[in-house]
């Protein structure tokens, strides 16, 4: 008796809550959000993990990077170290494009090889120039007017949203085997890009809702990085030539919305482009020689060759040069980072524009030919962050101030492109540069 009275009293000093059906439910829903949560967290790892490449490691910095603090003051040119009165020229970043015009991946250290960085813009995606597709077996006169011409984010900004992985093979993966075909083709490529919404009704715009919490909703497509003889074979990979600049190399077709394959067919939508979209690799049968500026084969003992890039192995690009642009373009003008310009070296360390007369250094113990200045194009009104194209700047800066080679005194220069003395040698970010030999240059057109 004692204990109801005592329970009677605590009821009339405890306010009684009268929830409406509303406040039901979204008091039930905010006690069982945080088990959802963590339950979808886990699901979404899981199958991140289980995509990722078989007895492979991914290529790439794995923490913030080395170029988080490039628009710091102390990278201007005249603030930056020096000893004895001599600049203490530093490689400050490392970057490689495995697809051409796409998203890069940054590098602590790499391996440079005849053509460049290795693993540098050995894919690149092209666009039918023609209007009717003809056969594989067509004769030369069908095929006359057949063109794969390759694409940039000069004409397509977009392409900066498209982002690349490498996943090399790694014998101490826990899941390494020989028997797996990523180990068998070298590795892997994968390619990313943003998913268009597509989603049709209430429950499924809710469930793309839900899982844009925890991450943007992409496309994901892997690619066999060096297919065998077997799988080209088996997946039904066939070659053409593709026009890039006033080149025609043979190379592979990986993948093609000529063949109906959903992926590509979902990227073209994304790019915007009307004409059949293919996805080409590098072939070793047909190689691009560089010649022009660069050092000839009785110089160097070999005669450089490129795969997608535009026309040199290597770019290097000094943040100084990029600070002093950015402070002479106008206030409102979006902010310009070492990225616009798409370098492989990033360099610290010496004064803006110095690295004009350079005609030969060394990067740690390699040496390596300044073959000439980078001419600029309109891509680096792109910004890589969002692939939306600014409608003047920095080219209107860069041809106000940079113009200044004989060879194209129409255009404006920033960067110089290089070409290694060997056909093999390491590079790591900190290694210090030397300079060997300056001089004038004189760009060569193609």
Not at 158 to 175: C, F, G, K, N, Q
Request: proline letters at 5%; one cysteine or more.
């Amino acid at each position: 008796m004692s204990f109801m009275l005592k329970a009677s009293r605590l009821e009339r000093l405890i306010p009684k809550l009268e929830l409406s059906l509303t406040a039901y439910i979204a008091a039930t829903t905010a006690c069982f959000l945080p088990a959802i949560l963590l339950a979808l967290y886990y699901v979404f790892d899981l199958q991140r993990r289980q995509r990722e490449p078989k007895g492979c490691r991914k290529l790439g910095l794995p923490v913030e990077s080395n170029l988080a603090d490039q628009h710091h003051e102390r990278y201007s040119g005249a603030r930056q170290k020096q000893e004895n009165g001599i600049a203490d020229w530093r490689v400050k970043s490392l970057w490689i494009y495995p697809v051409k015009s796409c998203r890069g991946v940054e590098l602590n250290r790499g391996t440079v090889i005849g053509t460049g960085m290795e693993y540098d813009r050995q894919f690149c995606f092209a666009q039918l120039a023609s209007k009717f597709p003809v056969a594989h077996d067509a004769s030369l006169e069908e095929k006359a007017d057949h063109k794969w011409k390759f694409i940039t984010q000069r004409s397509i900004a977009a392409m900066a949203m498209i982002e690349t992985e490498i996943w090399l093979p790694d014998p101490s993966s826990p899941t390494h085997s020989k028997t797996y075909a990523e180990v068998q083709n070298g590795g892997v490529l994968v390619i990313r890009f943003p998913k268009l919404d597509t989603e049709v009704g209430i429950v499924r715009s809710l469930i793309s809702s839900f899982v844009s919490l925890f991450a943007t909703r992409k496309d994901y497509v892997r690619i066999p990085f060096d297919p065998t003889e077997e799988q080209i074979k088996s997946n039904g990979y066939t070659t053409d030539h593709m026009e890039i600049w006033k080149d025609f190399p043979k190379s592979l077709m990986i993948a093609s919305t000529e063949r109906d394959e959903p992926w590509i067919k979902d990227l073209r939508s994304f790019l915007g482009i009307t004409n059949h979209l293919a996805l080409f690799r590098v072939s070793q049968e047909d190689v691009r020689e560089v010649y022009r500026c660069a050092p000839r084969k009785d110089e160097v003992g070999y005669q450089s060759t490129v795969g997608f890039q535009d026309a040199y192995p290597l770019h290097i690009l000094n943040l100084a040069s990029v600070h002093d642009v950015a402070s002479k373009m106008k206030q409102d003008a979006p902010r310009l980072g070492a990225m616009n310009f798409r370098p492989n070296i990033v360099i610290t360390g010496g004064e803006a524009y110095a690295e004009d007369l350079w005609k030969r250094i060394r990067i740690g113990e390699h040496q390596y030919y300044v073959a000439c200045r980078t001419v600029r194009c309109l891509l680096p009104n792109v910004n890589p962050a969002t692939g939306v194209r600014h409608g003047s700047e920095p080219n209107k800066t860069l041809k106000t101030h940079r113009r200044i080679d004989e060879g194209d005194p129409k255009n404006a220069c920033l960067g110089m492109q290089m070409v290694p003395a060997k056909e093999h040698s390491k590079i790591k970010v900190r290694d210090a540069i030397e300079v060997l030999e300056t001089g004038e240059h004189f760009y060569i057109k193609q």
